[in-house]
């Protein structure tokens, strides 16, 4: 087992990453959770009959009383009906402020199920037990949960760290080859932005069995990066704002696709190589860093351009949660493994913008 610990003051946690995880996640959550008579279990219809049996039965033998929940997979799920949803069968369990609430499953899962328990009660406790690969790499991690509104992604949330983050490597094996891929668009943000060594490990392994064959590796280089992050920046002011290389554009993706025809990491990876341009555009970037991300996202299966109208663009960029008044904050690369926070006017950006892009 490989096991980091992310040391925030009062709300320290652990990440564990080991093969076969699941049949000793009651242990694990028994530890971490010693005083909870229920666990809360939500997931979603994918994950349902891979895993839900399995890690029930698991919390079960460690004593829990364990109640399930599941709903239709897919992002449309992270929604304000969906929340209130799980606070009424929560209250109808018969949750209180000492059980807990276990999020199996992927992104998705994970936020929905986390800001649920940040808000139930006032916040009880819960458990990540993330699988999917991009889930393992980011969403599971740092404590930000959230839902989506009409107006946009992830805009109604709250920072709630975990007790517990259970990674099991062997859960990827039954993710398709495209959720595969849009996980791995995070994996190459975390080189990109802090680790060249871990970059050109990736370019070095254009497939997917054999970035398998070191997923240990993979997951735990990864975490590691955002434990350094989470514990400097918790709230997202300073270096946590890093983590967002790729997204503001990426978002605008997402939104043009409507939630369904770009998935995260798909948008991520696009996103990535148009602040790459920017980058270059402004002075701030290495000329060849763009075609190095181009390069590297493409051998893996990932667009590295994707349709986007001007209106969509210029909505997603007014909605980016970076923003402060008519100012916002760009992560850019200065080159491969360093990035940096550039602010600026969002008229000047959307300039830059039209002008690498176009309409």
Known sequence: MKTL?????????????ERGLLEKAGEAVREACPKAKRLFVVT??????????????????????????????????????????????????????????????GGVVGDLAGFAAATILRGVDYIQIPTTLLAQVDSSVGGKV?????????????????????????????????????????????????DKNFFDFLA??????QIMADIEHVLYTCCDVKRQVVEEDERDTGKRMLLNFGHTVGHAFELAGHYT?????????????????????????????????????????????????????????GLDKKRTGDDITMILLERIGKAKPVKMKKDVLLEHLNAIYGR
């Open 44 to 105: 979603d219809s994918n994950v349902l009959p891979l895993y839900l049996g399995r890690v029930a039965d698991s919390l079960k033998k460690a004593g829990f009383q364990v109640i399930c929940h599941s709903f239709a997979a897919g992002e449309k799920a992270k929604c304000a009906e969906n929340l209130v949803a799980l606070w009424e069968k929560m209250m109808a369990a018969g949750l209180t402020r000492t059980d807990g609430v276990v999020a199996l499953g």
């Open 5 to 17: 610990t992310v040391a925030l003051p009062g709300r320290a946690y652990d990440i564990r990453i």
């Open 146 to 194: 959230a839902i989506d509104l009409q107006a946009g992604k992830n805009l109604a949330g709250a920072f709630w760290q975990p007790k517990l983050v259970l990674m099991d490597p062997d859960t990827l094996d039954t993710l398709t080859d495209a959720t595969f891929s849009g996980g791995m668009a995070e994996v190459i943000k975390y080189g990109c932005i802090w």
């Open 204 to 209: 070095a392994r254009p497939s997917r069995a």
């Open 261 to 317: 025809e770009w998935s995260h990491g798909e948008a991520v990876a696009a996103g990535m190589c148009v602040a790459a341009r920017l980058g270059v555009a402004l002075g701030v970037t290495d000329t060849a860093v763009p075609q190095d991300i181009l390069n590297v996202a493409a051998s893996l299966g990932l667009p590295t351009h994707i349709d986007c109208g001007w209106e969509t663009m210029v909505q997603a960029v």
